[in-house]
């Protein structure tokens, strides 16, 4: 397939208002592979970085009352100062997931010196749209601005996603009214990776055929919570991925997301597709070595960040 685009310091002081349950993880060796026109020669061989973790961190809402899924863990690179950083959404059609079953993430990213922030959101049944890209956009503005007391860089946060969580991961970075709720903008995005995700959400696929618990009956409701109906031509850099394996629907989505966001003045996303890998596989396949996903944005990250960080 071809490709379409290469110090130490003190541990910071952890809040008393966060519950911190810290360990280090040991890690193997992983080579990154080219991409975006970066060849391997460009990263080498690079050994993982040893990584702690803070877990059980409240972030705080601005919509309704905050439950334990208005939580968020860190996965940080254990001696890290300014590294980029990744918010991650996990996927479950907005009705189920927990971060709990999304640590390999949080392990892979950290472990290539990137900070990782694995978010909760409240999910349907106990709420509806737009809870779930509220809570999305509070737990960004928590990294946002607290990042830099555990080694990131503020400047630098990411926010990728899959399957549903892609789609919110898509809607914070088109649709300026959820972060401009904490005085931040798309600007704040550094960067965007959706893993599978959707953009239509009035399309057959998403709301006509899923709960109307999550979006409701009224179809004007839908287009209004499209990612593809809030294009500008300052949407943040974006790698959009998806599966061969994906369902067409989902994949038309995606390739026609990509056309819309490039007419909408957006020069810098690019789309590939994943060969050989489901729905699923395209996801929980991120901590294996050499997997192409997490090497494409591992590679993303550093090439849009400059790959400023020390470690």
Same mark, same amino acid.
């Given at each position: 397939?071809?490709?379409?685009?290469?110090?130490?310091?003190?541990?910071?002081?952890?809040?008393?208002?966060?519950?911190?349950?810290?360990?280090?993880?040991?890690?193997?060796?992983?080579?990154?592979?080219?991409?975006?026109?970066?060849?391997?020669?460009?990263?080498?061989?690079?050994?993982?970085?040893?990584?702690?973790?803070?877990?059980?961190?409240?972030?705080?809402?601005?919509?309704?009352?905050?439950?334990?899924?208005?939580?968020?863990?860190?996965?940080?690179?254990?001696?890290?100062?300014?590294?980029?950083?990744?918010?991650?959404?996990?996927?479950?059609?907005?009705?189920? /997931?927990?971060?709990?079953? =999304?640590? $390999? *993430?949080?392990?892979?990213? !950290?472990? &290539?010196?990137? #900070?990782?922030?694995? @978010?909760?959101?409240?999910?349907?049944?106990?709420?509806?749209?737009?809870?779930?890209?509220?809570?999305?956009?509070?737990?960004?503005?928590?990294?946002?601005?607290?990042?830099?007391?555990? /080694?990131?860089?503020?400047? =630098?946060? $990411? *926010?990728?996603?899959?399957? !549903?969580? &892609?789609?919110? #991961?898509?809607?914070? @970075?088109?649709?300026?009214?959820?972060?401009?709720?904490?005085?931040?903008?798309?600007?704040?995005?550094?960067?965007?990776?959706?893993?599978?995700?959707?953009?239509?959400?009035?399309?057959? /696929?998403?709301?006509?055929?899923?709960?109307?618990?999550?979006?409701?009956?009224?179809?004007?409701?839908?287009?209004?919570?499209?990612?593809?109906?809030?294009?500008?031509?300052?949407?943040?850099?974006?790698?959009?991925?998806?599966?061969?394996?994906?369902?067409?629907?989902?994949?038309?989505?995606?390739?026609?997301?990509?056309?819309?966001?490039?007419?909408?003045?957006?020069?810098?996303?690019?789309?590939?597709?994943?060969?050989?890998?489901?729905?699923?596989?395209?996801?929980?396949?991120?901590?294996?070595?050499?997997?192409?996903?997490?090497?494409?944005?591992?590679?993303?990250?550093?090439?849009?960040?400059?790959?400023?960080?020390?470690?």
């Amino acid at each position: 397939m071809a490709t379409r685009r290469c110090g130490a310091r003190r541990r910071p002081r952890i809040s008393s208002r966060c519950v911190a349950r810290e360990r280090s993880i040991p890690v193997k060796p992983i080579v990154f592979f080219g991409m975006l026109a970066c060849s391997a020669a460009a990263f080498g061989v690079a050994e993982k970085q040893a990584i702690r973790v803070v877990r059980d961190i409240a972030y705080e809402v601005k919509v309704g009352q905050a439950t334990d899924k208005n939580k968020l863990d860190l996965y940080l690179p254990r001696d890290a100062k300014g590294v980029p950083v990744i918010v991650s959404l996990y996927g479950g059609g907005l009705t189920a /997931g927990d971060k709990k079953g =999304q640590a $390999f *993430v949080g392990q892979r990213f !950290a472990s &290539a010196g990137i #900070a990782t922030a694995v @978010a909760n959101y409240r999910l349907t049944p106990e709420v509806a749209h737009p809870v779930h890209v509220q809570d999305a956009a509070a737990a960004f503005a928590w990294v946002k601005r607290h990042i830099a007391e555990y /080694g990131g860089n503020p400047d =630098q946060v $990411f *926010v990728i996603g899959h399957s !549903a969580g &892609a789609y919110l #991961a898509a809607l914070l @970075a088109t649709d300026e009214r959820y972060l401009a709720a904490h005085s931040l903008s798309q600007r704040d995005i550094r960067g965007v990776v959706p893993v599978s995700g959707f953009y239509w959400v009035e399309r057959t /696929g998403v709301a006509p055929d899923r709960d109307k618990r999550i979006w409701g009956s009224d179809e004007r409701a839908w287009v209004d919570a499209s990612p593809a109906h809030h294009l500008q031509a300052h949407v943040p850099p974006m790698l959009v991925l998806d599966a061969d394996g994906d369902d067409e629907w989902r994949r038309v989505q995606n390739a026609e997301a990509v056309e819309a966001m490039r007419k909408a003045g957006n020069s810098r996303v690019e789309i590939v597709q994943i060969e050989g890998r489901t729905h699923n596989t395209i996801w929980s396949r991120l901590n294996e070595d050499s997997d192409e996903v997490s090497d494409r944005i591992v590679q993303f990250v550093r090439k849009v960040s400059g790959d400023r960080a020390t470690f």
